[in-house]
Nanobody, 116 residues
Framework: QVRLVESGGGLVQPGGSLRLSCAAS????????EGWYRQAPGKQRELVATITGYGSTTYADSVKGRFTISRDNAKNTAYLQMNSLEPEDTAVYYCNANAGPNLDYWGKGTLVTVSS
């Protein structure tokens, strides 16, 4: 059974930082592209960042220079370090593991609220 479990969300003031974690089980983690997505209230889910098993990364323009995605294949865990958070970053953040059209898995999400 495949499981992706996000953690690390919470309430933070503008300008603050959070680190999200995504613990995976039931898959050969290193073979999967790991991604972080987010969905703000009333908006569609959007891609935040991805990282391949070899460590190649991509970022949405809105988070470049502020967020860093990483992974530890030995721990089957992906991370999203979020710095200089803005109210516009408020959303539910979801972890995704993808190795093809029939190998696509999602976590249940973790809420990040940026507010003073």
């Amino acid at each position: 059974q495949v499981r992706l479990v996000e953690s690390g969300g919470g309430l933070v003031q503008p300008g603050g930082s959070l680190r999200l974690s995504c613990a995976a089980s039931g898959i050969i983690f290193s073979l999967y592209v790991e991604g972080w997505y987010r969905q703000a209230p009333g908006k569609q889910r959007e891609l935040v960042a991805t990282i391949t098993g070899y460590g190649s990364t991509t970022y949405a323009d809105s988070v470049k220079g502020r967020f860093t995605i990483s992974r530890d294949n030995a721990k089957n865990t992906a991370y999203l370090q979020m710095n200089s958070l803005e109210p516009e970053d408020t959303a539910v953040y979801y972890c995704n593991a993808n190795a093809g059209p029939n190998l696509d898995y999602w976590g249940k999400g973790t809420l990040v609220t940026v507010s003073s």
